[in-house]
């Protein structure tokens, strides 16, 4: 059984940084992707970024880039997402999913999904 369990949301002000954690358990991460969404009230989840487990190859959404990034612990099998220079849009529900070893920006083809962590940029 995957289980995900995201940390690290709460309130910053604009231009603050958080960074998110995604402990996985249950399964051996060394070929999957893991997904960072995020959802905002009123709105469809939408893709933030993946990162692959065993080479780190990260693809982010352009309305992160350069301002977010991914990382991974494999030995602790804890992925990570520095959110720099956060706006109030960046407000929502962050979440963490699993998939298999290839790359996908879909929400859909991700099976196995966090709890969802609160990240709020007041201004």
């Known amino acids: 059984q995957v289980q995900l369990v995201e940390s690290g949301g709460g309130l910053v002000q604009a231009g603050g940084s958080l960074r998110l954690s995604c402990a996985a358990s249950g399964h051996t991460f060394s070929t999957y992707y893991m997904g960072w969404f995020r959802q905002a009230p009123g709105k469809e989840r939408e893709f933030v970024g993946a990162i692959g487990w065993s080479d780190g190859s990260a693809y982010y959404a352009d309305s992160v880039k350069g301002r977010f990034t991914m990382s991974r612990d494999n030995a602790k099998n804890t992925a990570y997402l520095q959110m720099n220079s956060l706006k109030p849009e960046d407000t929502a529900v962050y979440y963490c999913?699993?998939?298999?070893?290839?790359?996908?920006?879909?929400?859909?083809?991700?099976?196995?999904w966090g709890q969802g962590t609160q990240v709020t940029v007041s201004s």
């Open positions: 999913a699993a998939k298999g070893p290839t790359y996908s920006p879909r929400r859909v083809d991700y099976p196995y």
